[in-house]
C-alpha cells in the first residue's frame, strides 16, 4: 500500500501516528487549525484528568456524538444512486412539464430502493413492499414520483396510515418481529381492514421478494393528472418496466440469503453498477379521460384498485438508466427528502384520499428527520434549475435571498426587487369542480374489497398460486392468535374458495370460517368474465 509520503512514528505509549507529509493534506478542526496529535487528549501531568480547554478532542467528540438522525419513520432500510432519463417521444398534446417536450431530453435522476417495515439495519429480504422512489431533476423544478414495487396500497384513506404502520412495525410492548409481518398485530389489522385484502394478496406474491431492485416493476400507484398547454386533463397512471425483466427468489431462497448476506440487494445494485452494467426501466403511462373514469368498474380515486392493462394499454414513452454510485451514503441516500408534493407544471393531483393525506406527511416528516425547514438546501435535495424565493433563516440556511428584498410586491426594480410570481410559466393547479357537502363518509364507489383479489389470484399461474398460499401459512401460522387466523381465511373466502380452504387447511383450523361480511355484494360474475386474464406479468 503506498501511503504517498505519510510517515510513521511511535508515539511514548506506543500508539501509531500517522504524520502527514508528500501531497497528504494536514488534518484540521472543522475551523480549520492543524492538529498536532490525534491519538492523545490533553491532560494535566503524565497520568491525570482530561483537560476541558482541549478543543479538538472536544469537537472531535461532539460531533461524533450527534452523527445520528431520526430513520426514515418507515421505508428506513434503503438503497439510493443516480441515474438518466431519457424521452422517447414529445407528449406535448397530454402535458406541458418540460421533460416531456423533446424526443432524446436527457434528464438527471435519483432513485431510492427501500423495504417499507424494517428498521435501518434490517434484512434486505424480508418479505414486504418495495419502495420505488424517483426524483427528477427537471429544467422547471423537482418532481418526485414517489411509488412503490406493488400497485396497489393496503388502505384507501390517509387517516388509516399510522395504524397500518403501527401494526406492521415491531409490537410496542416486546419491541419485534423488527422488520416481518408475520405477527399477530399486523394480521389483526390487514382482518379488520377488509379494503387491505387486495394488497394482502399481492404481498403474498413473489413480487414482495425480489431477487434483486434490478428485477421489481415500480408503479406511481394513485392516478395523477396531466395538464397540457390549452389546461386540458388526462387522468394517468406511472408504470416502471425493467429492462431486465421481473423475477423473484422462493421463500427458502430468502430466508437462507437473509443469514448469509443482509445486504444482498444493496450488494447485487452497488456491483452492478460499478462495473458497468446499468439497470434500465422504461416509464409507461396508462392514460385515460373522465369518461372512462365515471365508467370503470372502481373508483379512479381508490388506491387499493388497479386499471387492468388491457383495459388501458400501457404507453412506453422513455427509459431510466441507474448508472452512478453515491459518494457517500449518509448525504444522499439518507438526506434525500422525496415528497408526493413535488409535482411540476402539466403534471398536477387527483383527489385520492391517500395521495392528499402523502402531500402533508412527507412535508412534515421531513422537517424533524432533517432538522430544520433547510433541506432543500443539501445538494441531493436541490433543484438543479435556477430558482429564487424569498425562505430565509432556519436551522443551516445557505440560500438566503441576496440583498435588501426578501419581500414582494417591493418598489425595488430589476435584479434588487428579486423574483416575481409568472401566471404564464408558474404551475397551474387543474381548475376541478367541487361541489357538495363535508363529510366523512366514505364514498360508496370504494367499497368493493375483493374482486380485484381474486383477479389477481385467478391471473397467477398454479405455482405462483401455490407460493400465494404457502405464505399465507407460513406467516399466519406465526400468529398466536386462532380468532386472526380465522378472520383472515373468512376473507380469503370472499376471494377464491380454493385458496381460502388450502389456508384453513395448512393452518389446520378446527373448523373453516363463514366468508367475511362483504360491504356490498361481490362481483362474483367476474370469475367467467374475460377482463379476468389482466397482464400482470
Ligand atoms: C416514505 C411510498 C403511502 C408517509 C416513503 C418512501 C416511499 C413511499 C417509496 C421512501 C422514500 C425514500 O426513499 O426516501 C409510499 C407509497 C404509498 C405511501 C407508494 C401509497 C401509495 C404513504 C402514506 C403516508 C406515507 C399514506 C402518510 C399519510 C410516508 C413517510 C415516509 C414515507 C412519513 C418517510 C419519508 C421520509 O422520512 O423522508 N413512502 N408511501 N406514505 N412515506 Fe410513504
Same mark, same amino acid.
Given at each position: 500500500?503506498?501511503?504517498?509520503?505519510?510517515?510513521?512514528?511511535?508515539?511514548?505509549?506506543?500508539?501509531?501516528?500517522?504524520?502527514?507529509?508528500?501531497?497528504?493534506?494536514?488534518?484540521?478542526?472543522?475551523?480549520?487549525?492543524?492538529?498536532?496529535?490525534?491519538?492523545?487528549?490533553?491532560?494535566?501531568?503524565?497520568?491525570?484528568?482530561?483537560?476541558?480547554?482541549?478543543?479538538?478532542?472536544?469537537?472531535?467528540?461532539?460531533?461524533?456524538?450527534?452523527?445520528?438522525?431520526?430513520?426514515?419513520?418507515?421505508?428506513?432500510?434503503?438503497?439510493?444512486?443516480?441515474?438518466?432519463?431519457?424521452?422517447?417521444?414529445?407528449?406535448?398534446?397530454?402535458?406541458?412539464?418540460?421533460?416531456?417536450?423533446?424526443?432524446?431530453?436527457?434528464?438527471?435522476?435519483?432513485?431510492?430502493?427501500?423495504?417499507?417495515?424494517?428498521?435501518?439495519?434490517?434484512?434486505?429480504?424480508?418479505?414486504?413492499?418495495?419502495?420505488?422512489?424517483?426524483?427528477?431533476?427537471?429544467?422547471?423544478?423537482?418532481?418526485?414520483?414517489?411509488?412503490?414495487?406493488?400497485?396497489?396500497?393496503?388502505?384507501?384513506?390517509?387517516?388509516?396510515?399510522?395504524?397500518?404502520?403501527?401494526?406492521?412495525?415491531?409490537?410496542?410492548?416486546?419491541?419485534?418481529?423488527?422488520?416481518?409481518?408475520?405477527?399477530?398485530?399486523?394480521?389483526?389489522?390487514?382482518?379488520?381492514?377488509?379494503?387491505?385484502?387486495?394488497?394482502?394478496?399481492?404481498?403474498?406474491?413473489?413480487?414482495?421478494?425480489?431477487?434483486?431492485?434490478?428485477?421489481?416493476?415500480?408503479?406511481?400507484?394513485?392516478?395523477?393528472?396531466?395538464?397540457?398547454?390549452?389546461?386540458?386533463?388526462?387522468?394517468?397512471?406511472?408504470?416502471?418496466?425493467?429492462?431486465?425483466?421481473?423475477?423473484?427468489?422462493?421463500?427458502?431462497?430468502?430466508?437462507?440469503?437473509?443469514?448469509?448476506?443482509?445486504?444482498?440487494?444493496?450488494?447485487?445494485?452497488?456491483?452492478?453498477?460499478?462495473?458497468?452494467?446499468?439497470?434500465?426501466?422504461?416509464?409507461?403511462?396508462?392514460?385515460?379521460?373522465?369518461?372512462?373514469?365515471?365508467?370503470?368498474?372502481?373508483?379512479?380515486?381508490?388506491?387499493?384498485?388497479?386499471?387492468?392493462?388491457?383495459?388501458?394499454?400501457?404507453?412506453?414513452?422513455?427509459?431510466?438508466?441507474?448508472?452512478?454510485?453515491?459518494?457517500?451514503?449518509?448525504?444522499?441516500?439518507?438526506?434525500?427528502?422525496?415528497?408526493?408534493?413535488?409535482?411540476?407544471?402539466?403534471?398536477?393531483?387527483?383527489?385520492?384520499?391517500?395521495?392528499?393525506?402523502?402531500?402533508?406527511?412527507?412535508?412534515?416528516?421531513?422537517?424533524?428527520?432533517?432538522?430544520?425547514?433547510?433541506?432543500?438546501?443539501?445538494?441531493?435535495?436541490?433543484?438543479?434549475?435556477?430558482?429564487?424565493?424569498?425562505?430565509?433563516?432556519?436551522?443551516?440556511?445557505?440560500?438566503?435571498?441576496?440583498?435588501?428584498?426578501?419581500?414582494?410586491?417591493?418598489?425595488?426594480?430589476?435584479?434588487?426587487?428579486?423574483?416575481?410570481?409568472?401566471?404564464?410559466?408558474?404551475?397551474?393547479?387543474?381548475?376541478?369542480?367541487?361541489?357538495?357537502?363535508?363529510?366523512?363518509?366514505?364514498? &360508496? =364507489?370504494?367499497?368493493? *374489497?375483493? $374482486?380485484? +383479489?381474486?383477479? @389477481?389470484? /385467478? #391471473?397467477?399461474? &398454479? =405455482?405462483?398460486?401455490? *407460493?400465494? $398460499?404457502? +405464505?399465507?401459512? @407460513?406467516? /399466519? #401460522?406465526?400468529? &398466536? =392468535?386462532?380468532?386472526?387466523?380465522?378472520?383472515?381465511?373468512?376473507?380469503?373466502?370472499?376471494?377464491?374458495?380454493?385458496?381460502?380452504?388450502?389456508?384453513?387447511?395448512?393452518?389446520?383450523?378446527?373448523?373453516?370460517?363463514?366468508?367475511?361480511?362483504?360491504?356490498?355484494?361481490?362481483?362474483?360474475?367476474?370469475?367467467?368474465?374475460?377482463?379476468?386474464?389482466?397482464?400482470?406479468?
Amino acid at each position: 500500500i503506498d501511503l504517498g509520503g505519510v510517515e510513521f512514528e511511535r508515539g511514548a505509549g506506543g500508539e501509531t501516528h500517522q504524520i502527514a507529509g508528500g501531497d497528504v493534506p494536514v488534518l484540521t478542526t472543522q475551523g480549520g487549525v492543524p492538529v498536532a496529535d490525534d491519538q492523545n487528549s490533553l491532560r494535566a501531568g503524565q497520568r491525570g484528568p482530561t483537560l476541558i480547554e482541549d478543543q479538538h478532542f472536544r469537537e472531535k467528540i461532539f460531533h461524533f456524538d450527534h452523527e445520528r438522525i431520526p430513520e426514515r419513520v418507515v421505508h428506513a432500510r434503503g438503497f439510493g444512486v443516480h441515474g438518466t432519463f431519457e424521452t422517447y417521444e414529445s407528449l406535448s398534446d397530454i402535458t406541458r412539464a418540460d421533460i416531456f417536450q423533446r424526443a432524446g431530453e436527457k434528464t438527471d435522476m435519483f432513485v431510492r430502493f427501500s423495504t417499507v417495515a424494517g428498521n435501518k439495519g434490517s434484512a434486505d429480504l424480508a418479505r414486504d413492499v418495495r419502495g420505488f422512489a424517483c426524483r427528477f431533476y427537471t429544467k422547471e423544478g423537482n418532481w418526485d414520483l414517489v411509488g412503490n414495487n406493488i400497485p396497489v396500497f393496503f388502505i384507501q384513506d390517509a387517516i388509516k396510515f399510522p395504524d397500518l404502520i403501527h401494526a406492521a412495525k415491531q409490537e410496542p410492548d416486546r419491541g419485534f418481529p423488527q422488520a416481518q409481518t408475520a405477527h399477530d398485530n399486523f394480521w389483526d389489522f390487514i382482518s379488520l381492514t377488509p379494503e387491505s385484502i387486495n394488497m394482502a394478496l399481492w404481498i403474498m406474491s413473489d413480487r414482495t421478494i425480489p431477487r434483486s431492485f434490478r428485477f421489481m416493476e415500480g408503479f406511481g400507484v394513485h392516478t395523477f393528472r396531466m395538464i397540457n398547454a390549452e389546461g386540458k386533463s388526462t387522468f394517468v397512471k406511472f408504470h416502471w418496466k425493467p429492462k431486465q425483466g421481473l423475477q423473484s427468489v422462493v421463500w427458502n431462497e430468502a430466508l437462507k440469503l437473509n443469514g448469509a448476506d443482509p445486504d444482498f440487494h444493496r450488494r447485487d445494485l452497488w456491483d452492478a453498477i460499478q462495473m458497468g452494467d446499468f439497470p434500465e426501466w422504461e416509464l409507461g403511462l396508462q392514460l385515460f379521460d373522465e369518461s372512462f373514469a365515471e365508467n370503470f368498474d372502481f373508483d379512479v380515486l381508490d388506491a387499493t384498485k388497479i386499471i387492468p392493462e388491457e383495459e388501458v394499454p400501457i404507453r412506453i414513452v422513455g427509459k431510466m438508466t441507474l448508472n452512478r454510485c453515491v459518494d457517500n451514503f449518509f448525504q444522499e441516500t439518507e438526506q434525500v427528502a422525496f415528497q408526493t408534493g413535488n409535482v411540476v407544471p402539466g403534471i398536477d393531483f387527483t383527489n385520492d384520499p391517500l395521495l392528499q393525506g402523502r402531500n402533508f406527511s412527507y412535508l412534515d416528516t421531513q422537517l424533524k428527520r432533517l432538522g430544520g425547514p433547510n433541506f432543500t438546501h443539501i445538494p441531493v435535495n436541490a433543484p438543479r434549475c435556477p430558482f429564487h424565493h424569498f425562505q430565509q433563516d432556519g436551522h443551516m440556511a445557505m440560500h438566503n435571498p441576496k440583498g435588501r428584498a426578501n419581500y414582494e410586491p417591493n418598489s425595488w426594480g430589476g435584479e434588487k426587487g428579486g423574483p416575481r410570481e409568472s401566471p404564464e410559466k408558474g404551475f397551474p393547479t387543474f381548475p376541478e369542480n367541487i361541489a357538495g357537502e363535508k363529510r366523512r363518509v366514505r364514498s &360508496e =364507489t370504494f367499497s368493493d *374489497h375483493y $374482486s380485484q +383479489a381474486r383477479q @389477481f389470484y /385467478l #391471473s397467477q399461474t &398454479e =405455482t405462483e398460486q401455490k *407460493h400465494i $398460499s404457502d +405464505a399465507f401459512i @407460513f406467516e /399466519l #401460522s406465526k400468529v &398466536e =392468535t386462532p380468532a386472526i387466523r380465522s378472520r383472515v381465511v373468512s376473507h380469503l373466502f370472499n376471494v377464491d374458495d380454493d385458496l381460502a380452504r388450502s389456508v384453513g387447511e395448512g393452518l389446520r383450523l378446527k373448523e373453516m370460517p363463514q366468508p367475511a361480511n362483504a360491504a356490498r355484494p361481490t362481483r362474483m360474475d367476474l370469475k367467467t368474465s374475460p377482463k379476468l386474464s389482466i397482464l400482470l406479468n
